[in-house]
T-cell receptor
Framework: DTAVSQTPKYLVTQMGNDKSIKCEQNLGHDTMYWYKQDSKKFLKIMFSYNNKELIINETVPNRFSPKSPDKAHLNLHINSLELGDSAVYFC????????????FGEGSWLTVV | AQSVTQLDSQVPVFEEAPVELRCNYSSSVSVYLFWYVQYPNQGLQLLLKYLSGSTLVKGINGFEAEFNKSQTSFHLRKPSVHISDTAEYFCAVGSGGSNYKLTFGKGTLLTVNP
């Protein structure tokens, strides 16, 4: 069973479109994250949610809106896609608190053309 | 504020040679340190982590790392690498508390040549 699964894995879309990436974890964790990996492989946190509550929002444009319907799911919706949004988006999860391992999904490769 | 510096962006080595990937961190609070590996077109997999206690940490696939508080370093080592170890390696520092997150270094591409 996949611990953190996200769909779709690959997404090619045109500028200006709206798209969503879905994420689910079956590890029983109460904290979920979205990370962005740019073309230079740099990983940066975008959001974290704890029990459906937004905890971290790292100066991400308002076009990005996470939604957590329950603590096992964290979806990412992106409005008005721009070329610079092209990246790999990783969903992740962990138990709450310092030192816990963060488990990552396989990534969603977004290409905006 | 926390930050991680991975001193080498690329490390080429020959198969069966030893390797060290260097990582230095900066943190004003308690430190949790991690090494992750990313194989091509895949997600990140935990290699090992340091929370407290023994400064030498052993991980999967024969990797180990040593926490050095005075030098604020957490270097990753393997005594003998295989072709299959070719991947991107990320060092990360974790913050504590309810706003827990990992701050990553820029990664080191380890290329193992035959």
């Amino acid at each position: 069973d996949t611990a953190v699964s996200q769909t779709p894995k690959y997404l090619v879309t045109q500028m200006g479109n709206d798209k969503s990436i879905k994420c689910e974890q079956n590890l029983g964790h109460d904290t979920m994250y979205w990370y962005k990996q740019d073309s230079k492989k740099f990983l940066k946190i975008m959001f974290s949610y704890n029990n459906k509550e937004l905890i971290i929002n790292e100066t991400v444009p308002n076009r990005f809106s996470p939604k957590s319907p329950d603590k096992a799911h964290l979806n990412l919706h992106i409005n008005s896609l721009e070329l610079g949004d092209s990246a790999v988006y990783f969903c992740a999860s962990s138990h709450t608190g310092g030192g816990n391992t963060i488990y990552f999904g396989e990534g969603s490769w977004l290409t905006v053309v | 504020a926390q930050s991680v510096t991975q001193l080498d962006s690329q490390v080429p080595v020959f198969e069966e040679a030893p390797v060290e990937l260097r990582c230095n961190y900066s943190s004003s609070v308690s430190v949790y340190l991690f090494w992750y590996v990313q194989y091509p077109n895949q997600g990140l997999q935990l290699l090992l982590k340091y929370l407290s206690g023994s400064t030498l940490v052993k991980g999967i696939n024969g990797f180990e790392a040593e926490f050095n508080k005075s030098q604020t370093s957490f270097h990753l080592r393997k005594p003998s690498v295989h072709i299959s170890d070719t991947a991107e390696y990320f060092c990360a520092v974790g913050s504590g508390g309810s706003n827990y997150k990992l701050t990553f270094g820029k990664g080191t591409l380890l290329t193992v040549n035959p």
